[in-house]
């Protein structure tokens, strides 16, 4: 495989091939670690967008007629070579977002799952089929793709996001044209070329890169039929707003802010060990990540004092770095964004139990590093409670009982993920039950569904009627059509009467 992730320009990927910008409009990618920029990501203009759709429309009637099967066969070739390439493909992802190497390993590992629910989509692309609808009469369904699909996706997951979506949507006959984010672009680039050495025919996966420009070009594109869009809540809105209004499908997941709630009777030390990964993995910057606790009773004092403890031993540095469990955030203005909050959180009167904000890593000064903050007492009115911060910074508000929780959690703008901790089956069975959220762990702070089952949160979580992968994803991307057919033995009677299949 050539790689192109040394060179300091990343390039498009149209019709198989490293293709450069039409336009002028680039932005910056850097090291998270070192604030160093370390290429150079061209902005597509409208040119750039309609080129890679036009190369994923004409490549359409070509893959639409391979087998399903021949499809599937391609993707197992691309899950072994995605295995192969974990490490080089994490070492993109840790360089440029920052995470440390073995986090970004599993992301990958669990897009590479996607890839293996989608080498068996031939058994879900079977439709219905029912004899005798009518007399000498029968009646069945076919699954087919939508057409050219396009995908938009965040900063936090390069690799796990795209494919979410690309190996879903090609193994039900559809092409792609991905964008995905400007800031850490070189992972999908990677998985591009991965596909196209398992044999995917040029034309069937196209990239660009790019801000607001492309997206929209994309959005309002004739030849796009369908849009799936994973990224923060107000671009998930105009996304869904904006692509729907012309008539096309769309799945767009926005932004999260998911409540722990810890009950009195939880195993307290396990719960800890559990909301410090969930809170601080990824330093924060994960759309399942823990950002509020809702400690009810008596489990507020020893939960916060067992997160202080946990939350001050933690080792950060590059994740390049043998033992560091926590990297930098993504660029210096998300620092100071993140850094912004805590100030406002101080000032509004939450009690700041750990302080990230004094942290420096020796020999890394430029790197946009943060260490774990945690609040404890905070309020529902404030900014730090409201927000999703998108960052290292866990909040602790406290409730009176299981019913409270359940009621502030439910009160939330957001409904991605959500965790119980407990010991009590009722509590946890009344809480999986009452909440009104997409995804729920009970005693599993992190609850994200295994390929074969779908992604998706509720409320300004998910604009769109389906989640990603697993059988919504299917249905997703195709659209069925029921066919009735009769074989006549004898010649019927003219009717203009309406059709009911005595
Ligand atoms: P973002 O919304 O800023 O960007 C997402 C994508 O949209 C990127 O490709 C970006 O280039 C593009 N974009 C940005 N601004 C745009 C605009 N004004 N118009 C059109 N397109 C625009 O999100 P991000 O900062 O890259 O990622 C973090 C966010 O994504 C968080 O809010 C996080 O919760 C969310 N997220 C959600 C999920 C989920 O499954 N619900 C998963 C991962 C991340």
């Not at 950002?291 to 001050?312: F, H, M, P, Q, Y």
């Amino acid at each position: 495989m050539t790689t192109q992730t040394t060179a300091s320009t990343v390039s498009f990927w149209i019709n198989g091939q490293h293709t450069s910008s039409r336009g002028t409009r680039h932005g910056s990618v850097t090291n998270a670690a070192t604030g160093r920029v370390v290429r150079t990501v061209p902005f597509a203009n409208d040119a750039d967008v309609d080129l890679a759709v036009e190369s994923a429309r004409a490549a359409l009637p070509a893959w639409r007629a391979t087998t399903p099967l021949r499809r599937a066969r391609i993707l197992m070739r691309f899950r072994d070579l995605l295995e192969q390439h974990t490490g080089e493909i994490a070492a993109a992802i840790t360089e440029e977002h920052g995470k440390t190497l073995p986090d970004a390993a599993g992301s990958v590992q669990r897009g590479l799952e996607v890839v293996e629910f989608a080498t068996g989509i031939p058994h879900l692309l079977k439709g219905e089929h029912a004899e005798d609808v009518g007399a000498g009469v029968d009646s069945h369904t076919v699954q087919q793709p939508l057409g050219v699909c396009a995908g938009i996706t965040p900063f936090n997951f390069p690799i796990m996001c795209p494919m979410w979506m690309i190996p879903v949507a090609l193994a039900c006959g559809n092409t792609f044209v991905l964008k995905p984010s400007e800031k850490d672009p070189s992972a999908s680039m990677l998985a591009a070329q991965l596909l196209q050495e398992a044999g995917l025919p040029d034309g069937v996966l196209n990239i660009v890169h790019g801000d607001k420009q492309a997206v929209d070009a994309l959005l309002t594109h004739d030849d796009i039929a369908a849009v799936s869009f994973v990224g923060s809540t107000p671009v998930a809105r105009h996304v869904y707003e904006t692509a729907s209004a012309r008539g096309k499908r769309v799945q767009a997941l926005g932004g999260a802010k998911n409540h722990a709630v810890v009950l009195p009777d939880a195993d307290l030390d396990g719960a800890a060990d559990a909301l410090i990964g969930a809170a601080y993995g990824s330093a924060g910057e994960r759309c399942m990540a823990i950002s509020a606790v809702v400690a009810v009773g008596n489990a507020g004092d020893a939960i916060v004092s067992r997160l202080k403890e946990r939350a001050t031993a933690l080792r950060i540095g590059p994740g390049d770095r043998e033992g560091v469990e926590m990297g930098p955030l993504i660029t210096q203005a998300h620092l100071d964004r993140v850094r912004g909050y805590i100030d406002t959180g101080d000032r509004e009167g939450a009690e700041l139990v750990v302080d990230g904000r004094g942290l420096s890593v020796a020999g890394y000064e430029n790197g946009h590093f943060l260490g774990p903050t945690l609040f404890d007492r905070v309020t529902r009115d404030m900014s730090i409670y409201r927000d999703e911060i998108f960052g290292p910074v866990l909040v602790v508000v406290r409730a009176e009982s299981d019913e409270d929780a359940i009621d502030i959690v439910n009160q939330s703008p957001y409904g991605n993920g959500t965790a119980v901790f407990t010991q009590s089956g009722a509590a946890a069975r009344r809480f999986a039950n009452a909440i009104q959220v997409g995804m729920v762990g009970v005693n599993v702070p992190i609850p994200v569904p295994m390929a074969f089952f779908s992604f998706g949160g509720w409320k300004s979580s998910l604009f769109g009627d389906l989640h990603m992968h697993g059988p919504d994803g299917v249905r997703f991307y195709t659209r069925t059509k029921v066919v009735t057919t009769r074989w006549p033995d004898r010649r019927d009677a003219v009717s203009l009467s309406m059709p009911t299949m005595k």
